[in-house]
């Protein structure tokens, strides 16, 4: 196992990922491409970015927990359908990470900016840097509420979402918040965006407002 400390031992971090219970024999740290090189024994080498220790510091671990990364996503016609006959349907997630001062479950939740609960996630989350995928199918019993606010926003009360070959419903084009709770009830929220790749500009209104890429 590899591990991190950002205060000088006081509170140690397990860096682990897909790294096998092995022993390291050698580690080395690359500063101009923020990565860390771990030689182990017998089971090759492991590479990991180091952008997201970089990123905390005093402010963050006092606020208790903080989203430090989060990507976002381009809309496709491809979510939720088969490549060929046989594979999976292409589940699109939002690869996410944040820090916790808590050990326990925390709670992910991605909602409209009306408030709306779209994705709810429990994760096991540990002192320090943690983890997660947020996937981008939205709960069946709020997709009727999300239709209501696009017809609202888009002033068109025909406007439906459509349901994928697998039989979900994912989030159209938008922006939505994700907010992360944690063992201790401390919150962090931050914005994620669904962007259309067909459109020129970006638009920084409510979901539905976008070109109708994602519903008719």
Not at 51 to 66: C, Q, T, Y
Not at 84 to 100: G, I, L, N, W
Not at 125 to 140: C, D, F, K, Q, T
Request: with cysteine; charged share 25%; net charge neutral.
């Amino acid at each position: 196992r590899s591990y991190t400390t950002f205060d000088r031992g006081q509170h140690w971090m397990t860096m682990n990922g897909n790294l096998p219970r092995v022993a390291i024999h050698d580690l080395v740290i690359q500063e101009r491409e923020e990565e860390i090189v771990l030689g182990t024994h017998g089971r090759s080498i492991y590479i990991a970015s180091l952008a997201e220790i970089h990123k905390l510091n005093d402010s963050v671990i006092n606020a208790g927990v903080k989203i430090i990364q989060k990507n976002d996503l381009k809309f496709s016609e491809s979510w939720g359908k088969k490549s060929d006959e046989f594979s999976k349907p292409h589940a699109p997630a939002a690869d996410m990470c944040y820090f916790t001062s808590s050990k326990g479950v925390a709670s992910v939740v991605l909602k409209s900016k009306a408030g709306i609960k779209l994705v709810s996630l429990n994760d096991t989350a540990e002192y320090g840097l943690n983890y997660v995928s947020v996937p981008m199918n939205i709960l069946p019993e709020s997709v009727t509420a999300l239709e209501k606010e696009i017809q609202k926003n888009k002033k068109d009360k025909t406007i439906k979402l459509n349901k994928a070959e697998d039989g979900n419903y994912y989030l159209p084009v938008g922006k939505y918040q994700i907010e992360v709770k944690d063992n201790a009830g401390k919150i962090d929220i931050t914005e994620i965006s669904i962007t259309d790749p067909s459109a020129k500009n970006k638009s920084d209104d409510l979901p539905g407002t976008e070109p109708d890429q994602s519903f008719t």
